[in-house]
């Protein structure tokens, strides 16, 4: 065994010795517990315990945020139990639709050799080559089936195109609010990160992402149609933010890689064009999950696709491919991976979302609030009353009724609601927010 191994081996041993003695250890002092575990092991468990702790405290304050939410969503389940009205976070209450559940029983019953087993890194390549496919009709880049590597999801594939991209002596640029764990990810990965507000309106600041650009910056990290806002950014936007990067690559002389979350991408409920910034900039990647159209975020299927026009576009599409194995994730399973195939044509219904959109929109706005403007995904975004988001969300936790503190999206003074929650819940929830605003 090595050395390191031998260490982490008994380090959990004594840990498991010492949780299971401590409390038989006498206040006289007894050198020894019953069963004959001695103080040392006890001692040595609990350090091994605190070295464990250590090992995520440089995180704490991006982890904290998130578990806090988690407490209270918890004490607010006891509490109200089926009352309980969910406007967190965006799991389908509804489930997905009889033509998911139908691919995913087809795939299941499929008589194939080799079903079920080990698919190579990268994913399966019938796979690849049918959303490559796919994405060549959806914007007419002339995709291959290497340009796509297929993820467990997007939070694997921003795992992974930040191991692939970036380290240490580089600066990412990310664009907030936004999605929780990006901060976290890169932390993680030793790679400094320079966050950068949005406009007024939630649009991109584009004159605080040219002070931001500087000799270090290696990428640029926004989710397009935006997770939290629902801000859907458009042609003329993202055209101007890849003059911003073209400009900083030849001033700095370095390559900057622009990172797109487009897991809301088919969740437009307005009828805008949507507008992919790998239309716009070479040295792009996109990050994408099934999860949210097909309402199965738990099945964890997602990819990371490079654009075709990018100079490096070998190379990257080969780092990619390794970190899949370097870190772990591997593939997604091989059933969602032949799931996928039959689902790629599927669009969900978005005329009911966006008729629960107009409801609730209309309802805060009527309360008192200042709703943000949007064309796009599950959410809505709304200012806090309070300049404590979470304060605000512990008021209508207390009645009820959970939302998501902006503090989680890394800006202050908001709230995200998913409407994700079956209508009737979601229509009982909607008062408690009158409530809870003539109440302050």
């Known amino acids: ?49 605190q070295r464990i702790v250590k090992n995520f405290d440089h995180l704490r304050s991006l982890l904290e945020p998130q578990e806090r939410l988690e407490r209270l969503i918890g004490v607010t389940i006891r509490r109200f139990g089926r009352h309980c009205v969910d406007l967190a976070y965006a799991n389908a209450h509804e489930g997905p639709d009889e033509e998911v559940l139908r691919a995913l029983e087809l795939s299941v019953r499929e008589d194939r ?11 399966r390549t019938i796979t690849r080559r049918l959303i490559a496919a796919d994405l060549n009709r959806e914007d007419g880049l002339p995709w291959t089936y290497r340009d796509v590597v297929m993820t467990p999801g997007a939070m694997a594939a921003l795992n992974i195109a930040f191991r692939a991209l970036f380290g240490a002596a580089d600066e990412v640029i990310v664009l907030t609010p936004c999605w929780h764990d990006y901060p976290l990810y890169l932390s993680n990965l030793g790679v400094p990160m320079c966050p950068v507000a949005p406009a007024p309106d939630k649009h991109i600041d584009l004159a605080a992402v040219g002070r931001a650009l500087g000799p270090r910056t290696r990428g640029v990290l926004l989710s397009q149609p935006c997770c939290p806002t629902g801000v859907l950014y458009g042609e003329d936007e993202i055209g101007d933010l890849a003059k911003l990067l073209r400009e900083a690559e030849a001033r700095f002389g370095t390559r900057i890689y622009l990172i797109s979350d487009e897991v809301h991408r088919r969740l437009v409920w307005s009828r805008a064009s949507f507008h992919s910034p790998l239309l716009s900039y070479p040295r792009s990647l996109s ?66 979302l966006a008729q629960q959109q107009e409801t609730v929109r209309t309802a805060l706005t009527g309360y008192g609030y200042e ?67 003539d109440a302050l």
């Open 1 to 49: 065994m090595p050395a390191r191994d031998a260490r982490v081996h008994a380090a959990a041993r004594d840990l498991a010795r010492g949780r299971a003695a401590a409390h038989d250890v006498t206040e006289a002092g007894s050198s020894r517990a019953p069963g004959g575990v001695s103080r040392r092991a006890v001692v040595s468990g609990r350090r091994a315990e």
């Open 113 to 123: 050799e080799l079903s079920f087993q080990y698919t190579p890194y990268g994913g």
């Open 287 to 352: 990050v994408y999950s099934f999860g949210k159209v097909l309402a199965l975020q738990g099945q964890r299927t997602g990819f990371v696709a490079v654009s075709p026009r990018m100079p490096e576009n070998d190379e990257v599409r080969r780092a990619l491919e390794r970190g899949v194995r370097l870190m772990g994730f591997c593939a997604p399973t091989d059933l969602m991976q032949r799931a996928v195939c039959r689902l790629l044509d599927y669009r969900p219904h978005l005329d009911a």
């Open 371 to 437: 709703v943000c403007k949007a064309e796009a995904t599950f959410f809505v975004y709304a200012r806090s009353p309070i300049p404590d988001d979470f304060k605000f969300a512990e008021l209508l936790a207390s009645r009820g009724v959970l939302v998501v503190p902006s503090t989680l999206f890394h800006e202050t003074g908001y709230f995200r609601i998913s409407l994700t929650a079956r209508p009737a819940s979601v229509a009982e929830g909607l008062p408690a927010f009158a409530r809870v605003l």
